[in-house]
């Protein structure tokens, strides 16, 4: 396997930590499939805006520097739009994430999004991501409008999240994992 022995770090909030699955996500799901070593950072209801030392800027800056990563995952967290950040905020966030990020790890770094739930702030989040990676150049794993997860049927979506923005652990093995693993692989 690709992905085997390589070291993945994740940053986000209750999406990335598995709040809808008992503490375990699609990171947890890789290491466990795929044999790779997935360090998360993740804290549920917390901002990418630097707001205070739960912040995921502030929690990133806490992380192990001397780890070898081959790979840095950011969650486009849903927290700042449901708290209705400032866009600026957001923003500053994301750069400085990506510059800390670079200069620290030395390596790709990744930004995923949500599935769709109704958000026109998180749509404008994401679109913020999009322009942010031309400057950067940072890839997206855009799951908001990738057509299979839009296209999944209300039985399987019934099954597969808790909530609008919470998967469940088989909505994690079963229909996120499967598109982590083949975008990351590009990059590994």
Known sequence: MQLKDKTILFLGSSV???????????????????????????????????????????????????????????????????????????????????????????????FYTGTRYDSPQYFEMIKLLERMSEEYDFDILDLWTDPKMCSVSDEDYARYMKDPIHPTLEGYRDWWTPKFVEFIEKYI
């Open 16 to 110: 990335t930590y598995g709040y809808a699955s008992g503490g375990v996500s699609f990171a947890d799901v890789m290491a466990e499939q795929y044999g790779c070593i997935s360090v998360k950072e993740a804290v549920s209801g917390t901002t990418l805006a630097d707001l205070d030392d739960t912040s995921y800027v502030a929690r990133m800056k806490r992380m192990d520097k001397s780890i070898k990563a081959d790979l840095f995952v950011c969650q486009l967290s849903t927290n700042d739009a449901t708290k209705n950040i400032d866009m600026d905020l957001i923003e500053a966030a994301i750069r400085e994430i990506l510059e800390y990020a670079a200069a620290t790890w030395h390596c790709p770094i990744l």
